[in-house]
């Protein structure tokens, strides 16, 4: 077998022009192998894609982060990358760009970090050759005066190396948010109001768009200078179309798109979400709960691990392990040397399934299990926050959309929606009670609440808005239960940008049975606590 350094020069430039989803992942995973094998050369690709498509990263689950009914309504296709990352949108208006080589060709070692910035650093330079001010923004984004432009990920793959990003040409931001359940997740900027703020296009700095050609050969002009590379345009190698073939009827299936790991932990299943910088891990796991063993576990989401198949390996590894077993599972599974893990560790795994069985404790407050799966502890266990909570949040979008106080913090308890009766029954259990007008109001309540000696809090909210703004819970510090509400939220009815701003319309309803069972555990807790303080 050819050695993969033998082809280090000159590279290949390929254009594959307008091509579907799932023909745009085959060629990916093709060009990789092929390169891998030593049979392709070094390579810049240039791609499109037409029908758009919404594409999650490998380890996540499409109904977690793609708007599946509404794609299918719009024509847009769904698939899955062959790399880690979050879900992406991508029509013709975007135009991708991606390097397979080997590592080594670069110069830069196996240094992640370096290599993306060296990669956008050549990519920006390119951008301002058309005469945009463009600048690599660290982690992984190429940006316009503060304003996105282009996003790109990387992944190795033994000696190969793939590098992909995508520049916005002609970009209607909404087509987007339609597309993807949580599509700001990543763009989020207290400073700016809107989500269409922070990203930008070719044609809104240019002021038109200029032909492809020109663009591609900028960005080309750049690579070029930044490694010394000389460019040869070609086509796809008899090997790559062999490859290609065989890639196109998996990623055209079922199978490969919605995953087949699915169906077998679908229900009666404990659930968590945990967010790190680094990226969000999903956890679906099924308990023996009487012999306290992981009978099943699923794990997705927008992460990079290495190799790839390193997560199917984990779940089988914690299948049928004690509960009691687990964390010690996670830490010796990943600290075998030919797995890695990029900006997550292994204690955020263990933090995320530790987060979902962790319900199964639940039940003795008597939550059912998919109460359990309705709350979220922060910074600290049920005990702990039961019996010191005297905080409860509620969110101004439960509010009666007619209501006078609805964008305002209070609440007149005149019996006509969930917030009244939620507030009359915190009020009882002795908590204070207030109404979260927006994202930063929520700031400040927790770090005032937590100044002035507020111990917990319990606070109601959609699921979404937990994930998005977790790092707010936790920057706060406050021990905290989270409570999931009901009834379709900003995010179904694609109006989170109004939710952001707090002018949010629509209502929404919280989950009243669950809240009283909440507070009367409450009530519970305290009465343990004032019985062995008595006692002691
Ligand atoms: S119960 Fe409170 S929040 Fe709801 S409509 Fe009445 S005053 Fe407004
Ligand atoms: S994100 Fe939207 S639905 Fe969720 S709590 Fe906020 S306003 Fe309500």
Not at 118 to 135: H, K, V
Not at 213 to 225: K, M, P, S, T, Y
Not at 377 to 406: F, N, T
Request: with cysteine; proline share 3%.
């Amino acid at each position: 077998m050819p050695d993969p350094r033998s082809y280090s020069r000159p590279w290949r430039l390929l254009d594959t022009g307008l091509r579907s989803g799932a023909e745009n992942m085959s060629l990916d995973s093709a060009l990789l192998t092929a390169r891998a094998e030593g049979s392709s050369p070094d390579t810049l690709r240039f791609l499109r894609f037409s029908p758009p498509v919404a594409l999650v990263g490998y380890h996540q689950a499409v109904a977690e982060e793609i708007r599946v009914d509404y794609c299918r309504e719009a024509g847009i296709d769904i698939n899955r990358r062959i790399t880690g990352g979050g879900a992406i949108y991508f029509d013709a208006g975007q135009l991708g760009w991606e390097i397979i080589c080997s590592y080594q060709a670069l110069g830069q070692g196996r240094n992640m970090e370096r290599l993306t910035r060296t990669l956008c650093g050549a990519a920006a330079q390119g951008l301002r050759g058309l005469g945009m001010d463009a600048l690599f923004r660290p982690r992984n984004d190429i940006e316009v005066q503060g304003r996105k432009i282009s996003g790109t990920g990387g992944s190795f793959d033994g000696e190969g190396f793939l590098f992909q990003g995508t520049l916005l040409i002609d970009f209607n931001l909404q087509n987007l948010i339609k597309a993807l359940r949580i599509p700001t997740e990543k763009l989020n900027r207290r400073e700016l109001s809107s989500a269409a703020e922070r990203v930008t296009s070719v044609k809104e700095q240019l002021g038109f768009v200029p032909p492809l050609g020109e663009i591609q050969a900028a960005l080309v002009d750049a690579l070029r200078e930044t490694f010394g590379i000389t460019f040869e345009t070609g086509g796809l190698t008899s090997r790559e179309e062999e490859l290609f073939t065989d890639e196109l009827a998996v990623m055209r299936s079922d199978s490969w798109i919605y995953g087949d790991r699915l169906p077998s932990v679908h229900q009666e299943v404990l659930r968590s979400i945990h967010k790190e910088d680094g990226g969000l891990i999903r956890v679906a796991a099924k308990v023996d709960v009487g012999r306290r063993i992981l009978r099943d576990i699923l794990i997705t989401g927008d992460f990079f691990v290495r190799p790839r198949r390193a997560l199917y390996d984990l779940e089988a590894a914690l299948r049928h392990k004690k509960l009691g077993d687990l964390d010690e599972t996670v830490h010796r599974f990943f600290a075998d040397s030919s797995r890695g893990l990029l900006q997550l560790t292994a204690d955020d795994f263990v933090r995320a399934i530790r987060m979902a069985v962790d319900k199964v404790g639940y039940t003795t407050y008597g939550f059912s299990m998919e109460e359990a799966n309705s709350l979220t502890c922060l910074h600290g266990s049920m005990e702990d926050i039961l019996g010191r909570c005297d905080l409860l949040l509620l969110p101004y979008c439960a509010k009666l959309p007619e209501c006078p106080l609805r964008f305002s913090d209070g609440c007149e308890q005149c019996g006509k929606c969930t917030v009244g009766e939620a507030w009359a029954m915190g009020t009882e259990a002795g908590l204070r009670v207030t109404t979260i007008q927006n994202y930063e109001h929520l700031v400040e309540e927790l770090i005032r609440e937590k100044d002035s000696g507020t111990r917990g809090y319990i606070g109601c909210c959609c699921e979404a808005f937990m994930v998005k703004r977790q790092e707010a819970f936790k920057k706060a510090g406050l021990p905290g239960l989270l409570v999931d509400i009901e009834n379709t939220t900003c995010y179904e009815l694609r109006r989170e940008q109004e939710a952001y701003l707090g002018t949010f319309t629509s209502q929404t309803h919280l989950r009243l049975d669950l809240l009283r069972k909440i507070l009367d555990a409450v009530a519970g807790a305290r009465a343990a606590g004032s019985r062995s303080h008595a006692a002691a």
